[in-house]
């Protein structure tokens, strides 16, 4: 974290439209037992890469004046390639688009041009006061959305098949 603050001294600002690039490195810290980046690093190096972008385009500023903050509500990652011990790679965040209700990340890790893992991430806003964050009142804040942001319809079908309903869970058919 401290040396994406120092970054974000130094980075161009980007539009919250455009696809932030941030740069990391496998440290050891990162390893699992088979030494490669382990799976639960990808998550956390996800939200270091949506605060570069919100950083950066000043969106966090914004936010933050008026009490609102991001939750991740779902997520779904593929991995495909393994980041292994040293390795350098580059993160690439951009927003997807917005449905009725919630807003939706793509982050992809790769070394070079080759994709290593893939990642959506499904998000609304919060108020510290209480209660969510309306689109038009999002789409106020930043201006408005733009057109090309089309949601594909796997994403919808996705939402609507990881939805939890309220039920409860009954631990006592564990073993």
């Known amino acids: 974290m401290l040396l994406l603050r120092l970054r974000w001294l130094r980075a161009g600002r980007i539009s919250i439209w455009d696809t932030a690039r ?5 440290l050891p810290s990162d390893l699992d037992l088979l030494l490669h980046m382990n799976n639960g690093k990808y998550l956390t190096l996800m939200d270091l890469g949506r605060m570069d972008l919100m950083v950066r385009s000043g969106m966090w500023a914004k936010l933050s004046a008026r009490g609102w903050f991001p939750v991740v509500a779902g997520q779904t ?3 495909r ?3 292994n011990p040293g390795q ?3 993160l690439y ?6 449905d009725d209700k919630w ?5 992809t890790f790769c070394v070079g041009d080759t994709v290593h893992a893939h990642a959506i991430i499904r998000s609304r806003f ?4 209480g209660g969510s964050v309306e689109h038009d009142e999002l789409e106020e804040m930043v201006g408005e959305f733009p057109g090309h942001l089309e949601l594909p319809g796997w994403l919808r079908d996705w939402t609507a098949s990881t939805k939890i309903n309220d039920t409860t869970f009954d631990g006592a058919t564990a073993v």
């Open 93 to 98: 965040t951009k927003v997807l688009g917005f």
């Open 103 to 107: 807003g939706y990340v793509e982050q």
């Open 88 to 90: 350098r790679f580059d």
């Open 77 to 79: 990652i593929t991995y």
């Open 126 to 129: 919060l108020k510290k006061t």
């Open 22 to 26: 941030t740069p990391f490195r496998v």
């Open 81 to 83: 390639k393994s980041l």
